[in-house]
């Protein structure tokens, strides 16, 4: 109500109850509108104290079938750690993968600058990449098809999706080297890790001895091209690799001096042949 408008007698009269804004934000929960009813109320509300609004129901970005269909879409409580997509950012196909990879996304006609206020991520694709669960979905990817669940991405879904999102991040080889892990087909159709293959027709295959690698496969590297490829891990030319990178002399390694062993001990290599 405006301001004042509440003292107001009629509306004693009329029997009108006051609830209190935190009261009224928790009656939210469960209400079913669709995401431009919720965006104006993110903006009837831009202003307010933060630490009120906490429990604010966000929209999430569902299956497109189900927007086709009119079903309003999924609600969450509190923006806290919900990923705000960005104009142009995340295609439909892709928001509706995330959700099944355990990742909140609002819904993008119900995104708001007050949901980033309370605590909402915006929604950039190396942000999104580089989620936990995207990342142990990369891990996992190998044996994804092993594993049954309804609501899980296959193969194919799970590589789209992280190869969109590499694209959109404009990520260069090396960037993200845990990328490596990324299943995707090779030249026989048979899921192998990205770090493994290599890009078919670039400098590295054609210098490579036969069967010596796996090729990536010809219809995967015709549509995404080098750049997303090589950015997880596929092979399409050679390292450089500096002298400041390696170890040339292990002899001048001294082990540090602890009760154990640690991995990261560069002075361990004096215990191996080099």
Do not use: N
Not at 131 to 152: M, N
Not at 156 to 178: F, K, N, Q, S
Not at 246 to 255: R, S, T
């Amino acid at each position: 109500l405006p301001a004042g408008l509440e003292r107001r007698t009629e509306l004693r009269t009329l029997g009108v109850a006051r609830v209190p804004l935190t009261e009224a934000i928790d009656r939210l929960a469960g209400l079913e509108r669709d995401p431009a009813w919720w965006h104006r109320l993110y903006d009837s509300l831009a202003g307010t104290d933060p630490d009120r609004l906490s429990g604010l129901p966000v929209p999430l970005a569902g299956d497109p079938e189900d927007e086709r269909a009119g079903r309003p879409p999924r609600t969450t409580i509190g923006p806290r750690q919900i990923l705000l997509p960005l104009p142009d950012a995340l295609t439909g196909p892709v928001l509706a993968r995330l959700s099944r990879l355990g990742l909140k996304v609002a819904h993008p006609d119900a995104a708001h600058p007050l949901l980033e206020k309370l605590g909402a991520l915006p929604a950039t694709p190396r942000a999104v990449l580089t989620t936990p669960q995207v990342r142990a979905a990369v891990a996992g990817s190998l044996d994804a098809g092993e594993i049954w669940d309804e609501d899980a991405l296959d193969g194919d879904e799970l590589a789209e999706t992280v190869l969109t999102l590499v694209r959109d991040a404009e990520l260069a080889p090396g960037d993200e080297p845990w990328l490596g892990a990324l299943a995707l087909p090779d030249e026989d159709g048979e899921p192998a890790p990205a770090g493994e293959l290599v890009l078919p027709g670039s400098p590295f295959a054609q210098v490579m001895r036969e069967g010596e690698l796996a090729l990536a496969d010809q219809e995967l590297a015709d549509r995404w091209g080098e750049g997303p490829l090589t950015a997880c891990g596929v092979l399409a030319t050679f390292a450089l690799v500096r002298a400041t990178d390696v170890v040339l002399d292990p002899d001048e390694l001294e082990p540090r001096d602890s009760d154990f062993a640690e991995p990261d001990d560069a002075g361990l290599l004096d215990a191996v042949d080099v």
